[in-house]
């Protein structure tokens, strides 16, 4: 059974289209008003008169993540085997949901997503600085989760597995703008399989209340420490491998060769001498080991991307 979850946020002008549009392979819809002003639920209550839709309202707003999270445990509670995000504005075409699930419903993954990226065609659809801001946003999402080959990991359109779901520490995820980077963080701590779907752009005169220039240096902060986390976690506490040797390798040879190049440097500059050129390639030769060991490290990470979905086994 497929649920689809609707956060709801400014969207009254939109909402009702978008419902209209959701096929018959759907048997349940969650509309949850995220403490809208515009009362997009009550809205939904009054105009729409598809019995699969059930209308929640948040009593404080809970930002996109929270309102999706809410509409999971829902699913949940009635018994859907897939949940489907979709969002309330329109840019996320409802008839693409069954080419979304496939891949789950064939156990080929846990979690898939739609790609935006897939082709040259579809990047001419959205606007340049908005290809630029999600180009850096989706790499430091990479790094951070450890799903490499993912093109479009902030893409919001996704279908999960409730089995999947159930294994999730949902009280941790992050509850707005920072949810799709940090499920597939969460997701990588469960070694689930995510998979990227093809989809086409749809934009229209919706106005996103996300600024590129306002959330990249906290989302990079938030983002380095899932990356320390991940790490230490996958690498140190539940396993340890080439990797690992790696790792603390190239953290040793790269603060010794630091130290030392630094120390040496400053030495001899304070005597206005030349630093001797074998110090200098002792200092470089452990900079450019312990790069290697990183480089090694992270190649490594990139061919440990989880490869098979885990459902099928709980």
């Known amino acids: 059974m497929i649920a689809v979850v609707i956060p709801c946020y400014r969207v009254k002008d939109s909402i009702l289209s978008v419902l209209a549009e959701i096929g018959p ?3 349940q819809i969650y509309v949850v008003d995220d403490y809208c002003p515009e009362k997009s639920g009550a809205w939904v209550q009054t105009h729409c008169r598809d019995p699969r839709v059930i209308v929640h309202h948040n009593e404080r707003n809970l930002g996109v993540g929270g309102a999706t999270l809410t509409g999971f445990s829902l699913a949940l509670q009635g018994g859907a085997d897939i949940v489907v995000k979709l969002d309330g504005d329109g840019q996320m075409d409802p008839s693409q949901i069954s080419r979304l699930v496939r891949p789950i419903q064939e156990q080929r993954a846990d979690y898939a997503k739609g790609n935006r990226f897939y082709t040259p065609r579809s990047l001419k659809k959205m606007p340049f600085l908005r290809v630029i801001g999600n180009s850096a946003l989706s790499f430091m999402t990479k790094i951070s989760s450890g799903y490499w080959r993912i093109m479009d990991p902030t893409n919001g359109f996704v279908a999960l597995h409730t089995r999947v779901l159930s294994l999730l ?3 941790k995820i992050e509850q707005r703008y920072f949810f799709e980077s940090d499920m597939l963080f969460r997701l990588n701590t469960i070694r689930a399989r995510v998979i990227d779907v093809p989809m086409p752009v749809r934009y229209g005169d919706e106005k996103s209340s996300l600024r590129i220039g306002a959330i990249l240096i906290p989302f990079a902060l ?6 320390l986390k991940r790490f230490g976690y996958g690498y140190f506490v539940r396993d340890f491998n080439i990797a690992s040797v790696e790792i603390v390798g190239s953290i040793l040879f790269l603060t010794v060769g630091t130290a030392y190049g630094l120390h040496y440097w400053s030495y001899y500059g304070s005597r206005n001498q030349f630093t001797p050129t074998g110090t200098i390639m002792v200092s470089a030769l452990l900079v450019i080991l312990g790069f290697q060991l990183l480089l090694s490290a992270i190649s490594f ?3 440990n991307e989880p490869s098979d979905p885990i459902h099928p086994l709980l």
């Open 222 to 227: 938030k983002h380095l420490w899932r990356t």
């Open 301 to 303: 990470d990139i061919m």
């Open 25 to 27: 392979e759907v048997s």
């Open 169 to 171: 520490p949902v009280e």
